[in-house]
Structure formats: C-alpha cells, structure tokens
Nanobody, 125 residues
Framework: QEDLVESGGGLVQPGGSLRLSCAAA????????MGWFRQAPGKEREFVAG????????RYADSVKGRFTISRDNAVRSLYLQMNSLRPEDTAVYYC??????????????????WGQGTQVTVSS
C-alpha cells in the first residue's frame, strides 16, 4: 500500500508562485504515472497536470498551460507542481494521485487509484 502526502499549499497573492510537493511512502511495485488534480468549492475535481513514470511525458489542462510545471524525482519518490502567475481561479484543494499507467498520462479521475489528502491553495489579495 502506498501513501501520498502533499505539502506546500498556502495563501498567495495574484501573480505569485507556489510549489507543491507530493511524497510517496510505503511499498510499491514500481513507479507509475502520477498527476495533480484540484477541486474548488462547489465544483467537481478536475485534472491539472500529469507526468509519466519517468517524467518524460507530461500533460496539462489548458487552464494552466504555460503557468504550471509538473516534475518528479523518483530517487526521492516525489512529485512536484510549480505554479506561477497564480490567479484567483486557481484557488482549490490540490490533490496528488498515482495511476495504474506508466508511459500514458491519464486525465480522468477513475484512472488514478491512490490519492493524497489534499493541500489548500488560496490565491487572493
């Protein structure tokens, strides 16, 4: 069983930056594609970004392209999300998730089988 623990959320002004981290703990068979999702109040959880098992393939939601960058360091079993030029509409709880895939990066929630507890990101002046 694997646990995912997010960190790095907080309050930031519009135009600011945050870096989220996701640490994986526990026994796993091998590294898999991982992703970041977010859920704003009153809205459904949505895909933000994902990376294949070695980070060679990345995928982004149109709303964050050019502003967010996903990366991973398998040596320390961590996933990151660098968020720049943050906007109030980026306010949400951000979740880290691990999929069943390796070289394919899914954008649907049901293709991810392990989830973290989430970290709050608030963009406000």
């Amino acid at each position: 069983q694997e646990d995912l623990v997010e960190s790095g959320g907080g309050l930031v002004q519009p135009g600011g930056s945050l870096r989220l981290s996701c640490a994986a703990a526990g026994r796993t068979d091998s590294d898999k594609a991982m992703g970041w999702f977010r859920q704003a109040p009153g809205k459904e959880r949505e895909f933000v970004a994902g990376a294949s098992w070695n980070g060679g393939i990345t995928r982004y939601a149109d709303s964050v392209k050019g502003r967010f960058t996903i990366s991973r360091d398998n040596a320390v079993r961590s996933l990151y999300l660098q968020m720049n030029s943050l906007r109030p509409e980026d306010t949400a709880v951000y979740y880290c998730a691990a999929s069943r895939q390796y070289n394919y990066v899914p954008d649907k929630q049901d293709e991810y089988n392990t989830w973290g507890q989430g970290t709050q990101v608030t963009v406000s002046s």
